[in-house]
């Protein structure tokens, strides 16, 4: 059975967020709840090649002190055209949820379910804070073009954490100072990320 992903059709998302082709898209969780009352669930494959939905992505920023989790995409991810980037979003599809939850906070939970799956968390690391910051669009390319991001901060205590699923992902803590040497190597969203974000 192929993955249900919730996917919102792109005429009613750019009716409740600024259009904007290519960038960082700064938002309040405001209409957080009306994207879930209109997001619906689909099959991935029917999704992958049609831009009139857009795939909403959980892209979960972690940070540390002045440090933040960079991880590269390796090419046992499913995703073949984001392989051998390097990437600030721990996240992913959005799928139905095991235990039903509403609006916003559906999202947020979907963001934890892939936090927990990608990652180990040493029990001396918590996170301290979650909070949404906009989203992140690039329809200049082929990938995306059927997804939008949803930039969460995520803060923690510790850097005592570890890639779960190594065959798709590794990474590695990185200063702040020094993001820049990975920026050429980024797919685009954390490039966004760096330069509206980070580097602000």
């Known amino acids: 059975m192929d993955e249900l992903v919730f996917a919102l059709p792109a005429e009613d998302l750019w009716q409740l967020i600024p259009f904007k082709a290519k960038g960082f898209i700064e938002a309040s969780d405001d209409m ?6 209109k997001g619906l669930f689909h099959p991935r494959h029917e999704l992958e090649d049609d831009p009139a939905f857009k795939q909403l992505i959980s892209y979960g920023l972690l940070s540390c002190s ?24 721990a996240g992913g599809h959005m799928n139905p949820a095991d235990i039903p939850v509403k609006g916003k ?3 947020l939970s979907e963001l934890k379910r892939e936090l927990f799956e990608e990652l180990s968390f040493d029990v001396s690391c918590t996170i301290e804070r979650i909070y949404f910051a906009g989203f992140l669009n690039d329809d200049l ?3 995306g073009r059927q997804h939008i991001g949803l930039l969460y901060y995520v803060r ?7 890639i779960l699923e190594t065959e798709k992902l590794s990474g590695f803590w990185v200063d702040k100072n020094q993001l820049n040497e990975y920026y050429d190597a980024m797919e685009t969203w954390s490039q966004f990320v760096v330069d509206c974000c980070i580097n602000k």
């Open 66 to 89: 002045d440090s933040f989790f960079l991880f590269r995409r390796n090419e046992g991810q499913r995703e073949k055209r984001l392989h051998n980037h390097y990437t600030l979003g």
């Open 32 to 37: 957080l709840d009306h994207m879930v009352q």
């Open 105 to 107: 906070e559906y999202l």
């Open 156 to 162: 923690l205590s510790e850097k005592n954490i570890s």
């Open 141 to 143: 390319i082929e990938v």
